[in-house]
């Protein structure tokens, strides 16, 4: 079956955020403005459909990372929401190993938050190309302005503001483009499915003029054509604004800044523009870099799916109904259900029993997988977190990912007899 989506029009993205900063509030208004869900899950009624675990839905937090699949103007997200507690960090590292972009979702009262360097230096480590979303702009004491500067601070961080919000705390009623300089303004009894878009306030006017032209002299920076306009004084389209932006952040030059409140279904909308425009699709993003075991030497693999099959497992995960499942991203070729590939890592061969495409914890079976996917095996009996699985006659070991050491150690004992061989397999 030939691919569904091409790969320019693919986007791996993670939701990363300090506690509570609204990163599964904000997946699950993308899930329903994308037609996903009919419904909008609450985190604080435990029925968020990323959230999925008792636990979860008990404490209202995120502690297992899940992923989903939705499409936003023809191009397919693949999501992955990670948790905020440190408890949870290694759930972050295994996901932004594997993506290409990050949304780094912030608190606009707080700000940069501990939790948000921590996970922002580990999206330095992986050279993940970020936007930032300053939620929360409905709450009092909100500060889009403090909030970036927390940023240059605290991130060492270049923001450029694409949006300024239209009012604030309970006057905050929409957002203001400072590329099209028009404001969107949003309407409650539509759950914010329907913004009326309208000439900016005259209040508003001078700040959004100010702040575009800070926008348009940051982005000129970091591309030839756009500051040799920008200094004859020539007009720079819509088009080449976005394009600088795309550039400068896939390049990581600066993290383009956009503001909302998605408890209140205020600028989702236009958060999932900016990942179409301004994150890149697999093919933006340098080839993967692997160790050819026989040689020993550095090949590269391309995101093309006429490469050799190569694929990162960067999740186990028990599934009552299927058994083990291993989360895999695939960063070059593609494979079939059924088939054989090669575990370099353990040096062994696995069969592939099915694939599947995975919504939380519903799944749907797919035939196949291609390169940029990200998507479940059944089947690997004998794999971990970061083992690399490829094709037997073009072998390669890519880069696993790195966890922190833990703080504390726990001693478990299995309650039964017959829970101490499941007890060894899994520590196995």
Known sequence: MPRSVPLEKTRNIGIMAHIDAGKTTTTERILYYTGITYKIGEVHEGTATMDWMAQEQERGITITSAATTCFWKGVRINIIDTPGHVDFTAEVERSLRVLDGAVA??????GVEP???TVWRQADKYNVPRIAFMNKMDRPGADFFASMESMKRRLAAKPVPVQIPLGSEEKFEGVIDLITLKASVYRAETLGSDYTEIEIPAEYEAQAREWREKMVELVAESDDHLTEKYLNGEK?????LREGIRKGTVSMRFTPVLCGAAFKN??????????????????DIPPVEGIDPKAEQVVKRKADDKEPFAALIFKIMTDPFVGQLAFLRVYSGSIKTGSSAYNTTRKREERIGRLLKMHANKREEISDVYAGDIAAAVGLRDVTTGDTICDKHHPVVLEAMTFPKPVISVAIEPKTRADQDKLGFALA
């Open 236 to 240: 720079i389209t819509e088009e080449e």
């Open 105 to 110: 979702v912030f608190d606009a009262v707080a």
């Open 266 to 283: 205020k600028g989702v909308q236009p958060l999932l523009d900016a990942i179409v425009y301004y994150l890149p699709s697999p093919l």
């Open 115 to 117: 939790q948000s360097e």
